[in-house]
Every structure is written in structure tokens, then in C-alpha cells.
């Protein structure tokens, strides 16, 4: 896979909120998606004392969601934590072990934010400009919108709103248990990302691409 060079990583905080700002005008809204045959989790954890950053990409078979191939990629860390600006933190490494799988997936399931950000361009809508990939942001915590109580049931969903905009939705992926922040990334609607989230789950809290993400992701000594 060969992605374009349309920014520098190493840039200041004010000019990484610049750079969002501009590419968030390129993010598709709607379905573009073909028939998906391959599914990817992709998430980060860190070594080393945050020095190291460990990006993994796991490519399940989609409807069964087998495991196909997984990559993991390590960069040196080159940009500090900063609130609403994790992908230029993470990208780097994710993009480094993408670009060495043999199967490309279909769709990218993100543990992050698409647009249920602030400027409406996170992580997982980063990926999908930069890539070409649709893309969805499946986040286990709220980083911006206020929603309605979630029903108790699995499936249920309620919208995240920010001011008057749907930013996202509020899922119950399992009964009883914390719900799951969706938003569009790139190039699908947001009830697409829903069903698909919905597809990838079994009899726990997160879809099966990102439990096996985050199993490469994490270090014994670092839970990422």
C-alpha cells in the first residue's frame, strides 16, 4: 500500500490542529464502501516508557471473522500526548505495519475517534483520507458530545450529539456492560458503522478486531 506524503508528522501542536482542519474537508460521509471481505482491528500501545510506539493491525475474515494476517510495526515516539491530536502521536506506526500486509482490508475498525472530535478528524478519519480505506472510529470513552442513558440491552444505541450535530452513537455491544463510542471515519454512514460494529462483536464488550489488535498492541509490562 502506498500512501501519499501530504503532511510532515514532526509539527507543533498549533500546526497539527491546522493540519486537521484542512484534511477534514476530504472525509466522505457516505457509503463507499464495496463488498467487505476483510475486516481490520488497529490499535497502539507504547514501550518502553512511552518512548516506543507499537502499532498492530489484525485482518479478520469477515463474516467469520477468522484471524487472516496480522502486522506489527515500532517507531520511535516523535510527538507528544496531546488530547485531540493522538493521530500524529500514532499514525506513523500505523501506517509503517499496514503497508506490510499481504491482504489490504476493506474496512478499518479504529480504537479512537472518526468524527466525534473536535474537529471532527479523528484517528480513524485520519486513516481513511490518508489511506483510501473506510474506516471506523470505535472508541471506549467519550471525548466530546453529550448522549441520552443507553438502554441495557445489546444493540442498543442512542446519538452523540454535539450542540445540534450527530457526531456519532452510543452502543451497547454487550448487556449491562459500559456502551462504545461509534463515529464515521471515512467513506461510510454512520448506520453502516454500526452494522458492521454490531457484525464484528461475539460475547464481549469490543469487536473481535479490536480484542486481537490490542493483544499485539500491548506489552506484558503496558497495557497500551
Not at 19 to 41: K, N
Request: overall charge positive.
Amino acid at each position: 500500500m502506498v500512501v501519499a506524503d501530504r503532511h510532515p508528522w514532526d509539527v507543533t501542536p498549533s500546526r497539527a490542529r491546522e493540519i486537521q482542519r484542512v484534511l477534514c474537508q476530504e472525509v466522505v460521509t457516505q457509503d463507499q464502501l464495496q463488498t467487505v471481505h476483510y475486516v481490520a482491528g488497529i490499535d497502539v500501545g507504547f514501550e518502553q516508557g512511552g518512548t516506543v510506539t507499537r502499532a498492530a493491525v489484525a485482518v479478520l475474515r469477515f463474516p467469520t471473522l477468522e484471524l487472516q494476517e496480522c502486522a506489527v510495526a515500532r517507531r520511535p515516539t516523535t510527538f507528544p500526548y496531546v488530547p485531540g491530536l493522538l493521530s500524529f502521536r500514532e499514525m506513523p506506526a500505523v501506517l509503517e505495519a499496514l503497508s506490510s500486509l499481504e491482504q489490504l482490508p476493506d474496512l478499518c475498525l479504529c480504537d479512537g475517534q472518526g468524527l466525534a472530535h473536535p474537529r471532527r478528524f479523528g484517528l480513524a478519519c485520519h486513516l481513511g483520507v490518508l489511506t483510501g480505506l473506510p474506516s471506523i472510529g470505535v472508541a471506549k470513552t467519550r471525548l466530546i458530545g453529550t448522549h441520552a442513558e443507553v438502554p441495557p440491552q445489546k444493540g442498543a444505541c442512542v446519538p452523540l450529539m454535539d450542540r445540534e450535530e450527530v457526531i456519532g452513537a452510543v452502543l451497547r455491544s454487550r448487556a449491562g456492560i459500559k456502551p462504545l463510542y461509534i463515529s464515521v471515519g471515512h467513506k461510510l454512514s454512520l448506520s453502516t458503522a454500526i452494522h458492521y460494529v454490531m457484525a464484528c462483536l461475539s460475547r464481549y464488550r469490543l469487536p473481535e478486531t479490536t480484542r486481537w489488535a490490542h493483544r499485539l498492541a500491548s506489552t506484558p509490562s503496558e497495557s497500551g
